[in-house]
């Protein structure tokens, strides 16, 4: 028996319904919120997204990393209904509510930090991280903070100014934030190395800051934005001995890495290195937002009375449906899930790999993967040009990729890890298809 495809492609892309809701949006909303993907969604579930005009892509774009309990998951859409009947919003610290304190409580006994922890939640990945900087300078009583070359930690001042990609995110939009260094990031392909790197953090202090004025050192495990460049062993190793050495607080940003992406749940359980604190956001609640801070106790009670807060944050319905996200993850087996699909994928990208001499790079953790796509094999010359193109073609086919990287000559994967079998494979396939084309067969 034939199996029921997923991708159905039944007009052009953009359909003409999308075409004409695209074109009301040119007249009335801001010009800088440019589309990446030229349809507009009606509806969505699982790994699948359905247009106005009736097309199906298969989503490995997963709302950039948000989706990882799949579209319109049944218990987080059963939660956030039952939730928003009872009350929608009361600000915590005005009116508290119970589901804040039991998920705070769930996520201190699930990220990887030992000892006496809290939580605090927010919003956006960017205020988590705006405020994990708070916690440390209220901690440590200094201002400084550094960040790494291909971060990207968000997009209000602070942690924009942490973030390393000048466009399009940074052009114009000075002055940043005072007392932030950035310093290298290891990168396998790249370089430099992890002993370079570790080094160049040290000189940094005898020639930018010094280290008694630095209160917090931010890094991702995975690189997102960068291209999915992993941190080795040796580095994360290395930064925890700095800090502990300069009493410099360590702050894993998991916003993307976190709710099961790499394989486990959060990111820095694949090392033998505790952060002091984490932030966390996109899959925590399924796309709605909310985000969070979790990490030791001296730090996160730190600051004054009602010096973190904030109207909105950790909002009942977005705490209901994070619950319903933490349910999923432990009784789906998502994490385990997550590492049989980034097998498949990775499998399948090293056979790219060998096949078309432009994938110069295949890398990531768990379901967190990505190519990278260069004119040449020998200088790793970027070709942002062709990784366009196939993520053109394979929208176009029916799969929607995502590009990353400081190039942006990277094509990742943030696929939704409730994916079946079949879909992945008719996903890949396609692809492959989208390879075959743009290299001419």
């Known amino acids: 028996?034939?199996?029921?495809?997923?991708?159905?492609?039944?007009?052009?892309?953009?359909?003409?319904?999308?075409?004409?809701?695209?074109?009301?949006?040119?007249?009335?909303?801001?010009?800088?919120?440019?589309?990446?993907?030229?349809?507009?969604?009606?509806?969505?579930?699982?790994?699948?997204?359905?247009?106005?005009?009736?097309?199906?892509?298969?989503?490995f774009a997963g709302g950039v990393g948000c989706?990882?309990?799949?579209?319109?998951?049944?218990?987080?859409?059963?939660?956030?209904?039952?939730?928003?009947?009872?009350?929608?919003?009361?600000?915590?610290?005005?009116?508290?509510?119970?589901?804040?304190?039991?998920?705070?409580?769930?996520?201190?006994?699930?990220?990887?930090?030992?000892?006496?922890?809290?939580?605090?939640?927010?919003?956006?990945?960017?205020?988590?991280?705006?405020?994990?900087?708070?916690?440390?300078?209220?901690a440590t009583g200094r201002s400084a903070v550094i960040g790494f070359e291909g971060g990207f930690h968000g997009r209000t001042l602070l942690a924009l100014t942490l973030t390393s990609k000048t466009h399009p995110y940074k052009a114009g939009l000075g002055p940043f934030a005072p007392e932030v260094y950035r310093?290298?990031?290891?990168?396998?392909?790249?370089?430099?190395?992890?002993?370079?790197?570790?080094?160049?953090?040290?000189?940094?202090?005898?020639?930018?800051?010094?280290?008694?004025?630095?209160?917090a050192i931010v890094f991702e495990p995975v690189q997102g934005e960068s291209g999915f460049i992993v941190a080795p062993p040796e580095f994360l190793r290395g930064l925890r001995r700095i800090c502990d050495e300069h009493g410099i607080v360590l702050v894993a940003d998991e916003v993307q890495t976190g709710f099961c992406r790499t394989g486990r749940i959060f990111a820095m359980e694949h090392y033998d290195v505790e952060a002091d604190l984490t932030t966390i956001a996109k899959s925590i609640a399924a796309g709605i937002p909310?985000?969070?801070?979790?990490?030791?106790?001296?730090?996160?009670?730190?600051?004054?009375?009602?010096?973190?807060?904030?109207?909105?944050?950790?909002?009942?319905v977005a705490i209901a449906a994070a619950h319903a996200v933490l349910d999923t993850v432990e009784e789906e087996g998502l994490a385990e899930r997550a590492e049989a699909i980034g097998d498949a994928i990775q499998s399948r990208m090293e056979s790219w790999r060998e096949r078309y001499p432009f994938i110069g790079d295949v890398r990531g953790l768990g379901a967190m993967l990505a190519i990278e796509i260069v004119k040449d094999s020998e200088t790793k010359a970027p070709d942002s040009d062709l990784a366009t193109a196939i993520a053109e073609n394979a929208m176009k086919r029916g799969l929607l990729l995502l590009k990353a990287g400081i190039h942006s000559n990277c094509i990742r994967v943030l696929v939704p890890l409730v994916i079946t079998d079949e879909q992945l494979s008719e996903a890949l396939g396609v692809w492959e298809e989208a390879l075959d084309e743009v290299s001419g067969g």
């Open 1 to 59: 028996m034939a199996t029921t495809r997923a991708i159905q492609v039944r007009t052009d892309i953009p359909g003409p319904r999308s075409k004409e809701i695209l074109e009301r949006k040119e007249r009335v909303v801001a010009e800088p919120l440019s589309i990446y993907l030229p349809f507009v969604i009606a509806e969505a579930e699982g790994a699948i997204v359905t247009d106005v005009d009736g097309n199906s892509f298969v989503d």
């Open 67 to 138: 989706m990882n309990v799949g579209h319109s998951n049944p218990r987080v859409v059963e939660a956030a209904q039952e939730q928003i009947a009872r009350f929608t919003h009361t600000d915590f610290t005005i009116v508290p509510y119970e589901n804040y304190v039991a998920l705070a409580e769930r996520l201190v006994d699930l990220v990887p930090i030992s000892g006496d922890l809290r939580a605090a939640f927010f919003n956006s990945g960017a205020e988590a991280v705006e405020n994990a900087i708070k916690f440390a300078r209220a």
């Open 183 to 215: 310093v290298p990031f290891p990168d396998d392909y790249r370089g430099p190395d992890a002993e370079t790197a570790l080094a160049a953090l040290e000189h940094a202090f005898r020639t930018r800051v010094a280290a008694e004025e630095v209160a």
């Open 290 to 316: 909310l985000s969070g801070v979790v990490g030791r106790a001296e730090i996160m009670d730190a600051p004054a009375d009602s010096a973190v807060g904030g109207t909105y944050v950790g909002n009942p």
